[in-house]
């Protein structure tokens, strides 16, 4: 990915949420949230499972499964899951608009040789909820991602 490529992106996102943007409302930041995805057989996803199944999240109600190359949009008023396609980043469809008042976001970071991994687990107020893996790394923007959550977003230590 080109170094020019972190600035597309947020171009490119800022684009296709204001088009979805209610009224007032204002973005404050993303990220790229699934690439590669980590199936629970892997480190990554084993790592995140430890966690869920700690926490006691049912299977039965993780959200958006299956869906890979995701990426999210952050707001004043909610946090928007969107789905990007194309030989390039094109953002495309949205799956997922939570508003900021139902969610809490878990995350810590796996460090290893190379970038290191950055684990996050979605908890909804209706007892859904949705984990992922993404790179600390620059061009997925993942400190900004969990800056513009601001206090959705809690650290965990592990």
Do not use: Y
């Not at 004043?76 to 997922?96: A, D, I, M």
């Amino acid at each position: 990915m080109r170094i020019g490529d972190m600035g597309r992106h947020e171009q490119l996102i800022e684009q296709w949420f204001t088009e979805r943007a209610r009224p007032g409302e204002a973005f404050t930041g993303w990220g790229v949230l699934m690439e590669p995805p980590s199936p629970n057989h892997t480190p990554q996803g084993a790592a995140r499972r430890e966690l869920t199944d700690a926490l006691g999240l049912d299977p039965n109600l993780r959200l958006l499964a299956g869906h890979t190359n995701l990426f999210g949009a952050v707001s004043t008023q909610r946090l928007v899951l969107g789905r990007q396609g194309g030989w390039r980043f094109t953002p495309k469809e949205e799956l997922l608009s939570l508003d900021r008042s139902s969610f809490h976001l878990s995350w810590w970071d796996r460090r290893q040789l190379g970038p290191d991994w950055r684990h996050l687990v979605l908890r909804v107020t209706d007892g859904t909820w949705w984990d992922t893996t993404c790179l600390v790394h620059d061009r997925h923007n993942s400190d900004g991602f969990i800056r513009a959550l601001g206090d959705n977003a809690v650290h965990l230590e592990r």
